[in-house]
T-cell receptor, first 114, second 112 residues
Framework: DARVTQTPRHKVTEMGQEVTMRCQPI?????VFWYRQTMMQGLELLAY????????DSGMPKDRFSAEMPDATLATLKIQPSEPRDSAVYFC????????????FGQGTRLTVV | QKEVEQNSGPLSVPEGAIASLNCTYS??????FFWYRQYSGKSPELIMS??SNGDKEDGRFTAQLNKASQYVSLLIRDSQPSDSATYLC????????????WGAGTKLIIKP
């Protein structure tokens, strides 16, 4: 069945280490979003892509976060170096457009930085 | 600063009753409105989208949009224990950049 796939599901890492999260959007979807969810801040949009091009990453701390789409079937979110405050659940979502987007979420990557 | 406000709850509703969830937003330029359901430890899933004033019904769910008053609501008829979840309101608009602002969510508990 069509769904957004994220890996890994869980990641525990030490402060200062690089973390890479991967997302496979639903086949045919041309818009990909990266979100972060914490109890304190709720859901925050970090970045989004349309047709693999980054349209906005203003929600990301640029000094340590980077997001890319090497091809239409893979989106990546990297944190280098990671910090304890990055601990959160990171969701990838995909959709068919940027506006009026009915987004479908992956299961998320639960990141813990110790 | 664009904001989306939801009562955090929990909202407790007896099984079989109507659950009413509300969301207000600050920006009159907002264009699209979404309700997502999120079970504990799971990802958000889309319940309803609404783009124009009025009601939109889908099964037991009805979304209501009033742009003049800047609120959007979700009604759940014949509430079931499986409806117990956190309901997130999201408001979308485009000015210089695309923005999708999320409410903090309302926790709904359906009591058998």
């Amino acid at each position: 069945d069509a769904r957004v796939t994220q890996t890994p599901r869980h990641k525990v890492t030490e402060m200062g280490q690089e973390v890479t999260m991967r997302c496979q959007p639903i086949l045919g979807h041309n818009t990909v979003f990266w979100y972060r969810q914490t109890m304190m801040q709720g859901l925050e949009l970090l970045a989004y892509f349309r047709n693999r091009a980054p349209l906005d990453d203003s929600g990301m701390p640029k000094d340590r976060f980077s997001a890319e789409m090497p091809d239409a079937t893979l989106a990546t979110l990297k944190i280098q170096p990671s910090e304890p405050r990055d601990s959160a659940v990171y969701f990838c979502a995909s959709g068919l457009a940027v506006m009026n987007t009915e987004a479908f979420f992956g299961q998320g990557t639960r990141l813990t930085v110790v | 600063q664009k904001e989306v406000e939801q009562n955090s709850g929990p909202l407790s509703v007896p099984e079989g009753a109507i659950a009413s969830l509300n969301c207000t937003y600050s920006d009159r330029g907002s264009q699209s409105f979404f309700w997502y359901r999120q079970y504990s430890g799971k990802s958000p899933e889309l319940i309803m989208s609404i783009y124009s004033n009025g009601d939109k019904e889908d099964g037991r769910f009805t979304a209501q949009l009033n742009k003049a008053s800047q609120y959007v609501s979700l009604l759940i008829r014949d509430s079931q224990p499986s409806d117990s979840a956190t309901y997130l309101c999201a408001v979308e608009f485009m000015d210089s950049n695309y923005q999708l602002i999320w409410g903090a969510g309302t926790k709904l508990i359906i009591k058998p």
